[in-house]
């Protein structure tokens, strides 16, 4: 692992908020995600762009997943396409985005939160999301595994006052398929508290 170049107090605290200590870590976030993390400006991109190309690394360049907040993550999917679905829900359960949402879950997908409730459908599902939405900072997925009709993650997300919630993920597919949606989802949940 290679350290933070010297980018400035304020953008290596913030990174440091967010987990980020590391060039590998910078290397899989976007710039222009990375630029919306409160302290980090144009020239600390710059430093840490000439510190990852002298490594022989670079910034994610898939714009398609720029979102209101940085998203850390492998983005290295492609060979897995179970990995690009649990990831593409875990970005669109961070907004509660419907359209998105809709395209990785089966419509009678059943989410359960062991010893709180169960809800049943897609659309009760994406309710439930909506109405508890806040605006995150950062989401942090640290893994992300398939095999066959089954998947895990787990990661944290910090909402804008500095709050986590650490998640872990335990997903079933509807089928073995790679095109195949999301059927089931456990989830158990740890909110920092205030």
Known sequence: MTNLPNIGKPATNALQNIGVTTLEQVAAMDEPTLLKIHGVGP???KILREALTEQGMG???DESLS???AVICDFECDNA????VIRDYLIASATAN???LEAVLEEDFVWTVPGEFQIDGRQEFIKEL???AQPISTLEIQSLLTHGKGGSAHGTVTDKRGKKVYFSDIFVF???GKDAKISGLTSFVVIEKD
């Open 174 to 176: 509807r089928s073995s």
């Open 130 to 132: 909506a109405a508890h």
């Open 67 to 69: 979102k209101d907040f």
């Open 81 to 84: 396409p179970k990995k690009r």
């Open 43 to 45: 020239k600390a991109i």
């Open 59 to 61: 910034f994610q360049s």
């Open 98 to 100: 419907q359209a998105d």
